[in-house]
């Protein structure tokens, strides 16, 4: 029955039921307490559970999609061995599989779609212990643009009678809409949210110019788009590098299909293709609706602008 079902709905179907399983390994990492943390670069970390992550989502995702390019996040060291095979997941989510694909991306064939994984979004947070903030990031791009995303939050916990589940995934597909989550008018009052880990002046100078009544400074892009589409907070700006295209193409996918708009601070939509560069140089301005991206982009001073672009 799937074969008949386009190829992108197969793909956000398998990436919803593939993000669920990164999302308990990013848990039984934490509760074995062995974090493994590696350094990056500066304020840039690295744990088992980004590492294990990854390597369950592309290797589930590149066995039954052999023609995707996939690009993620960690860099692998090319001795990991064998997969285990409870990581590899080839059930597709059922419900989304008769998700009604747009005209436009029915005969999108597995070699013109490039996916991007972030296997675990906001790993400062993870290290510290502020786990609602951490996501698991499957964005899913088509000709430069991303068109469907999952955003699953491991930690997210839901009481249903007296049971407690643990875990939610959220997705969008471009027309279809979104999933997985009750989407929330925006706060009466501008409430913004920005980055708790990685600041710095040009962050704080675009932050104080939007007359904002609250900032939310959390962890991830995926969190902060989230608390966006939850009715939490309205803006979404970051005003430096550091964010990269994995973090981005699933929280963009997503938003838009909600009615929302990510670009760079300048106003321009990040491309993803398979040969762009992976730094979004130019930060991030996400709000809920064209009005509320609008009236931030005209607030950040030109200077900013100028300096992000290297003018
Ligand atoms: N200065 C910087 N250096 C490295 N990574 C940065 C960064 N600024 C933002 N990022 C990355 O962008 C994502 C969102 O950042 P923030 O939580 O600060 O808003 C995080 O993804 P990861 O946690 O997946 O690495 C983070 O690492
Ligand atoms: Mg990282
Ligand atoms: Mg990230
Ligand atoms: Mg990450």
């Not at 009052?189 to 007359?211: D, G, W």
Request: with cysteine; charged share 20%.
């Amino acid at each position: 029955m799937s074969s008949s079902v386009p190829v992108i709905v197969r793909l956000l179907a398998s990436s919803v039921s593939v993000a669920h399983r990164a999302g308990k390994i990013v848990r039984d990492v934490m509760s074995k307490g062995e974090l493994g943390i590696i350094e990056k670069g500066k304020d840039d970390y690295q744990t088992e559970a980004d590492r294990s992550a990854q390597r369950c989502i592309i290797a589930s995702l590149s066995a039954q999609y052999p023609k995707l390019t996939i690009i993620g996040e960690e860099e692998s060291s090319g001795n990991e061995g064998e997969i285990a095979n409870d990581w590899l997941v080839s059930e597709p989510d059922k419900e989304l599989l008769s998700l009604k694909c747009p005209a436009n991306l029915q005969s999108i064939k597995e070699e013109d779609i490039v996916v991007w994984v972030d296997p675990l979004d906001g790993t400062s947070e993870y290290t510290q212990g502020f786990l609602e903030h951490v996501t698991v990031l499957i964005g899913i791009s088509v000709n430069d643009k991303p068109v469907a995303g999952v955003i699953h939050q491991p930690y997210y916990k839901t009481m249903v009678g007296s049971e407690k589940i643990i875990g939610r995934t959220i997705w969008g597909l471009q027309e279809a809409g979104v999933g997985g989550f009750t989407p929330t008018p925006p706060p009466d009052s501008l409430v913004i949210t920005t980055t708790r880990s990685h600041s710095n002046p040009a962050v704080e100078k675009a932050l104080q110019v939007m007359n904002a009544t609250q900032i939310l400074r959390v962890g991830g892009a995926g969190y902060k788009v989230l608390l966006l589409l939850e009715g939490k907070a309205s803006v979404y700006v970051f005003a430096s590098p550091g964010c990269k295209k994995w973090d981005t193409c699933a929280p963009e996918a997503v938003l838009a299909a909600a009615g929302g708009k990510l670009t760079d601070i300048c106003g321009n939509f990040y491309k993803y293709g398979s040969s762009v560069t992976h730094p979004n140089k130019t930060g991030v301005l996400a709000a809920v609706n064209n009005e509320l991206h609008t009236y931030a982009l005209n607030r950040i001073p030109q200077e900013l602008k100028d300096i992000l672009t290297n003018k």
